[in-house]
């Protein structure tokens, strides 16, 4: 698999400065090495470590790695040829090649490789462009398109205060490809898609201060989470940090687990109380299917089947683009509360991203541990050191086969079992919650509850 350059893609030679801007020289005392980003555009992709080494070296240089939507740390690199992997780990501890290739770079540049298409078989697109020393209380931007739809994007960039209508065109791309540089001002802007050459905004961004004098990658790709055909944009600028922005427009989902027994089953309410339940027969130890909504500040509720009201003025906020779990549990004096989390929205395929609710009330803290089989909790790399009573912390697993446990330790540091499962397989695509929780008919008093 080769490396698909922007420039050849979009670039002609009488604007390529235009691609790559002409404030840096060879020779630039403000940016004399070469510079190096990997961002990861795969949507169905494990956390993926890029490793390069100069072609006429055997020393490999670890440039970082990255989950879908994330980037790598800005990398200073000698400039020259290099041969790149891209690697993950799999649940055994073996590495495994996704991709090889190679890539120029030179001093004074700046190259962001972004990793996009199925991961099982990516494809490496290469953007290099000269880093701009001349900027002065300035930034510039360009748009690369990685939605795949066959259709060319327009972006737009618009003052915080004024609408679309005033907003400036900074260009169009279509699919794998990239608009020209332009350098704006640093201030907070709106940032808009159109279908090239239209006026119907497709996406619109919450205002966003840009106020690094940098070069700012916008990329433009399908969202992930609730709905259909939603689209986002990840801003990658020089650190780790991506920021994603949603659709003003977007809905969020959320769903509800019902850990009271005594409340069998359960109506949830979101908003006013009324006789038609956003939920209504939730059995205690269940999950609900995730539903969509307006994004807003909701109260929610929670009655019994003869709708006694049992809990009210619960507060959830749904952000646009937002999937949250809302978890109704007794707190220690027997009355009803809940806990909102928010749940990743990344396809759980190689990765499981999830939460784990403590809901124990005898506990102010417990241990949760992942252990593959052939491990023991001594030996496993998984694992939660603390998560304190009506608390919850989220976890990483890679794809495979774990038994999970809850421990306590006492005032001698002695370790309690409370409760584990069976060896239980994550399925790709679930999306995971697990809840520990009392239970009455349990030896110890207490369960892990694994659902989806």
């Known amino acids: 698999m080769k490396i698909v350059s922007l420039f050849t893609l979009v670039c002609s030679t009488l604007w390529l400065t235009g691609c790559g801007g002409s404030g840096s020289s060879d020779d630039s005392t403000t940016y004399p090495t070469a510079y190096l980003q990997f961002y990861n555009g795969s949507a169905n992709s494990a956390t993926t470590a890029m490793v390069a080494n100069l072609s006429d070296s055997t020393s490999d240089i ?85 939605i795949n739809d066959s259709k060319t994007y327009d972006l737009y960039l618009g003052d915080a205060e004024k609408t679309f209508a005033e907003a400036e065109l900074v260009g169009s791309a279509g699919y794998k490809t990239v608009t020209q540089a332009k350098t704006y001002g640093v201030d907070s802007y709106i940032l808009y898609l159109t279908l090239g050459g239209d006026k119907t905004v497709l996406f619109k961004s919450d205002p966003i201060t840009l106020n690094y004098l940098t070069e700012y990658v916008m990329v433009a790709r399908a969202a992930v989470g609730p709905g259909q055909g939603k689209l986002a944009i990840d801003i990658i600028a020089n650190t780790t940090t991506v920021t994603t922005l949603e659709d003003v427009n977007s809905n969020a989902q959320f769903r509800v687990y019902n850990s009271i027994d005594s409340v069998n089953p359960a109506n949830i309410h979101l908003g006013e109380l009324s006789d038609t339940p956003v939920f209504s027969g939730l059995a205690a130890d269940t999950l609900s299917p995730f539903m969509e909504t307006v994004a807003g500040d909701y109260r929610v509720s929670l009655s019994d089947q003869n709708n006694q009201l049992i809990m009210r003025n619960g507060l959830v906020t749904l952000n646009q683009g937002a999937v949250k779990t809302v978890v109704f549990y007794l707190d220690a004096a027997q009355k009803a509360a809940a806990i909102t989390l928010t749940d990743s929205k990344l396809p759980q395929v190689y990765d499981f991203n999830f939460n784990v609710v403590n809901v124990i009330p005898g506990f102010d803290q417990i241990s949760v541990y992942f252990v593959k089989p052939g491990q023991t909790m001594d030996t496993s790399t998984n694992s939660i050191s603390t998560l304190n009573y009506a608390s919850q912390s989220p976890v990483s697993l890679p794809v495979g086969e774990y038994t999970m446990y809850i421990v306590h330790k006492d005032a001698n540091n002695n370790k309690i079992l409370l409760a584990q499962t069976e060896l239980l397989t994550l399925t790709a695509g679930s999306n995971y919650l697990l809840v520990a929780e009392p239970d009455f008919y349990a030896n110890s008093g207490y369960k892990l509850s694994l659902v989806k």
Do not use: C, H, W
């Not at 290099?82 to 090889?100: A, E, F, H, Q």
């Not at 000269?130 to 510039?140: G, H, I, N, S, V």
């Open 62 to 146: 670890a440039v970082g790695s990255a989950g879908f939507a994330d980037a790598t740390p800005l990398q200073s690199m000698t400039a020259g040829s290099y041969n790149l992997k891209l690697n993950y780990t799999t649940t055994s501890g073996s590495v495994t090649t996704v991709l090889t290739d190679k890539t120029e770079l030179k001093n004074s540049q700046k190259t962001l490789l972004l990793m996009t298409g199925n991961y099982a078989s990516p494809e490496l697109i290469n953007l290099t462009f000269a880093r701009d020393d001349t900027l002065d209380a300035q930034f510039k931007l360009m748009l690369v398109n990685l």
